[in-house]
């Protein structure tokens, strides 16, 4: 099957239409929106509470190690939810592929632990 590039028409409108819109609000908004400053409103805000010193503090790695491993690890067991729902159709195949997937996600799951990459210090 051969395409043509007339097949591609309709992305291309429609993508130079999102780009379009989004260009034109933000250079009207530009030109309509209030333009007054002050010293209040240059303040930074949070959630209604002053702040108060550098906002630049370092986290650990450990958080956001642990945050990556909990998505990797979530992520990986969503795949269980189809296996579950199809497992008689799969038979003994599914079986051992499941138990190899498994297999390789608790290796992984022993090495962090192993690692001590879930512990706070």
Excluded: H
């Amino acid at each position: 099957m051969q395409t043509n590039q007339a097949d591609y028409f309709p992305i291309l409108m429609q993508f130079l239409l999102a780009v379009g819109f989004v260009v034109t609000t933000i250079i009207i908004s530009g030109f309509l929106g209030p333009r007054r400053k002050s010293a209040s409103k240059d303040k930074n805000f949070e959630c209604g509470i002053e702040s108060i010193g550098n906002a630049r503090i370092p986290f650990s790695v450990k958080y956001f190690l642990v945050a990556i491993l909990f998505v990797l690890f979530d992520v990986e067991v969503i795949f269980l939810y189809p296996w579950a729902v199809n497992f008689r159709e799969m038979g003994v195949e599914g079986m051992i592929k499941m138990s190899i997937f498994m297999t390789l996600l608790l290796v992984g799951f022993f090495y962090v632990i192993k690692k001590k990459a879930l512990e706070w210090d």
